[in-house]
């Protein structure tokens, strides 16, 4: 649960310090108050990206930081989470033991481009925060019901609510170890006359770089040597008025050699100049040095033209090689800047012999290779056949309780459904992939496992169940979402025996903050009084942040907060407060119409008496 949330120099956000409750948190404004940059900074702390931008005009870095409280009941992964990073929440004694404890978390980001996250003062990466969040929180965002209208999302959702994400991810590895050994031999040379050949094109390669005996960073040196015997003449020029203003009869070093022995006699007459005369010292005797090392160079400055032919015909033919082995078809933007020409030259060379020796042994390599390939496409598709049992299992258990959500959120005669098919158009039932009768029947394998998930839905009694991006309006679009969402966050935070039916009730103490950012595009009348007696309902068990235009779920808040813009100081400021209970009648009666006029209060009254 989210305690305490202060905010920086974020956007029009100079400072905000806010602290929350539990159950259902309202946040309503004017249109252009600043509400999404409330949003914005709260998905920056769960781990989204974020550039320089969002620091607010003339300070140099921007934070966000929260007080978190830890549920009751912490998911095993949270818990091994902490401990693996020595995190220990406030009230614990350990990481693994974080039950009911609080964590501090600080995410800061500067003008360069560069940030900070920290977790209990244990630094973090990025990617560890967003995992870390995903435990406690569970955003949507103003378009989210989108991803609804893309079926490849909905196996995401269905392996959530199943528990199968982690093996999903497995199986997928897997699938693309697979596609690579499937390519590599694709692409294998199998005619006894072509790998003859591509091992007498392997060997010159190795030959040609091993021969020309490259020295890491050599073309760098030797293009600091060619630039200074080509300016030879001015170089010369230079040290020699370089040496005659610096160790000449009238130079400098005289005249520090006489300050120092003056200085020397005038602190033996007074002690206070003894720091200075030590001073004085030191630059004479770093001048010495500098003296011999500049008449060395002097002495040893010669122009050899032989030399810089030698040293132009060297660069040549490295800059040969460099055409020819160095600039890779398929090099990484940046790659050749990053690293010396030597260093690639070489690795195409290692490249080679690597080749070389798998032709050597391309007839055993062949052979390993097929049994390699085998025994994954055995092992996927039994990981395939796993996956497709639990996701059946899951998909009949999630159309029933979502149906049953739907009918809370004012759909009572909705029917929300899940069509699990092979890959290929079999259905998939108890005698196909999930084990049985069929189990040899060859089936297709995707990235994810054997199946094609798809969403189905009926609003209406007596109309069938059909493809929910085909049929659902934007109103059920955000209706659906939030009984998903409501779903996968019971299923994902709290035992399996512990969550009730319609996904979350009073007694559930599973993790999770939800936050909806305008969870009520496209619905009004009915449906929105529907949506806020749900959101007041799961707001009994969870702590619930709503971004919201309609009064009539406004006046369900159990904390009503509202995002005001000012002027302070000559500049504009975004501001956010909890409003007290004449306040909050005011803001429903602005949401009503727009005024407060007498109409707009009493039917605000009404609201807050109904709720």
């Not at 600043?34 to 003339?58: C, H, P, Q, Y």
């Not at 009238?250 to 005038?266: E, H, N, W």
Request: a negative charge.
């Amino acid at each position: 649960m989210l305690l305490e949330l202060v905010i920086r120099n974020w956007a029009l956000i100079d400072s905000l310090n806010v602290s929350f409750e539990g159950g259902l948190n309202i946040i309503t404004g004017e249109t252009g108050a600043g509400k999404s940059i409330i949003v914005g900074a709260i998905s920056f702390l769960l781990g989204a990206k974020a550039d320089a931008e969002v620091i607010r005009t003339g300070c140099e870095e921007a934070s966000v930081s929260a007080v978190l409280k830890l549920p009751d009941y912490v998911p095993p992964e949270l818990a091994s989470w902490f401990a693996e990073r020595d995190i220990a929440p406030d009230n614990s004694s350990d990481g693994a033991s974080s039950a009911g404890g609080e964590i501090i978390v600080r995410r800061v980001i500067r003008r360069n481009g560069r940030g900070s996250i920290f977790i209990q003062n244990i630094p973090v990466n990025r990617n560890d925060l967003e995992e870390c969040m995903s435990f406690l929180f569970d955003i949507h965002g103003q378009h989210a019901h989108e991803s609804l209208l893309r079926p490849i999302n909905h196996r995401k959702y269905l392996d959530r609510f199943a528990g199968l994400e982690e093996q999903a991810a497995a199986f997928n590895a897997l699938f693309r170890e697979l596609q690579d050994k499937r390519k590599i031999a694709e692409n294998a040379i199998t005619s006894e006359k072509e790998r003859a050949a591509r091992q007498e094109i392997l060997s010159y390669i190795i030959d040609e770089i091993e021969k020309a005996a490259l020295k890491p960073g050599e073309t760098r040196t030797l293009e600091a040597e060619s630039s200074r015997l080509a300016s030879f003449e001015k170089l010369a020029g230079y040290i020699e008025t370089a040496y005659e203003t610096f160790c000449g009869s009238a130079s400098a070093l005289p005249l520090i050699r006489k300050t120092q022995s003056a200085m020397q006699q005038a602190a033996s007459l007074d002690g206070a100049l003894e720091s200075l005369a030590e001073r004085i010292s030191s630059l004479f005797y770093e001048a010495e040095d500098i003296s011999r090392e500049l008449k060395d160079y002097r002495a040893n400055l010669s122009f050899d033209p032989e030399r810089l032919e030698q040293v132009e015909e060297r660069l040549a033919f490295i800059n040969k090689l460099k055409k020819k082995y160095a600039a890779k078809p398929d090099a990484r933007e940046g790659e050749l800047a990053l690293a010396s020409v030597e260093d690639l030259i070489l690795e195409r060379k290692a490249e080679a012999e690597r080749e070389l020796d798998a032709l050597s042994q391309s007839e055993e390599n062949r052979e390993a290779l097929k049994k390699e390939i085998t025994a994954l496409e055995r092992t996927l598709f039994e990981k395939a056949r796993i996956l497709s049992a639990g996701r059946s299992a899951a998909a009949a258990e999630l159309s029933s309780r979502i149906s049953v959500i739907l009918k809370a959120l004012g759909m009572p005669a909705a029917r929300f459904g899940v069509r699990l098919e092979a890959k290929g158009g079999s259905k998939i039932d108890d005698g196909g992939l999930a084990g049985g009768a069929a189990q040899s029947t060859p089936f297709v394998i995707g990235p994810y496992g054997a199946d094609d998930v798809e969403f189905l839905f009926s609003a209406n009694l007596g109309e069938e169940e059909r493809e929910l991006a085909r049929i659902a309006s934007g109103g059920e679009l955000s209706r659906v979402m939030l009984a998903i969402k409501t779903a996968l966050v019971a299923a994902a935070n709290a035992p399996a025996e512990s969550v009730p039916a319609d996904g979350i009730s009073a007694g559930d103490t599973s993790a999770g903050t939800l936050i909806f950012d305008e969870i009520d595009t496209g619905i009004g009348g009915e449906v929105a009084i529907a949506v806020g007696d749900y959101l007041s309902q799961i707001g009994a068990a969870k702590q619930i942040f709503c971004v919201t235009h309609l009064a009539v779920i406004a006046a369900k808040a159990d904390n009503h907060l509202k995002v005001e813009k000012k002027e302070r100081d000559g500049r504009t400021v975004t501001q956010l407060r909890t409003l007290q209970a004449g306040e909050r009648r005011e803001e429903i009666a602005r949401l009503l119409s727009g005024d407060l006029s007498g109409a707009a209060l009493a039917h605000a009254d009404k609201l807050l008496e109904r709720r």
